[in-house]
Nanobody, 124 residues
């Protein structure tokens, strides 16, 4: 069983930056693909980014590519999402997720483990 705890959300003006963190416990972190998803009010949850077990491969949704960067520190059992050039449409609850399976199989949201989410609000 893996527990995931997100942090780093908050209120930021458009054009600003935030870094989200997701701390994992209860499993072998380096054996998990990690993903970030988000859900805006009234909308379905959507994929944001993912990273492979050892961090060699990353993938982004078109809406965030070039602005967001996912990374991981396996020594700290933590995955990060650096978000730059934030837009009001990035406002959502952001969730991290973990799974043993390869990241490309999980982008529709099939991850086994999820955090509780952290709110990101971008004002115009």
């Amino acid at each position: 069983q893996v527990q995931l705890v997100e942090s780093g959300g908050g209120l930021v003006q458009a054009g600003g930056s935030l870094r989200l963190s997701c701390a994992a416990s209860g499993g072998i972190f380096s054996s998990y693909a990690m993903g970030w998803f988000r859900q805006a009010p009234g909308k379905e949850r959507e994929f944001v980014a993912d990273i492979s077990w050892q961090g060699k491969t990353t993938y982004y949704a078109a809406s965030v590519k070039g602005r967001f960067t996912i990374s991981r520190d396996n020594a700290k059992n933590t995955v990060y999402l650096q978000m730059n050039s934030l837009k009001p449409e990035d406002t959502a609850v952001y969730y991290c997720a973990a799974d043993h399976r390869p990241a490309p199989l999980l982008r529709t949201g099939l991850y086994d483990y999820w955090g509780q989410g952290t709110q990101v609000t971008v004002s115009s």
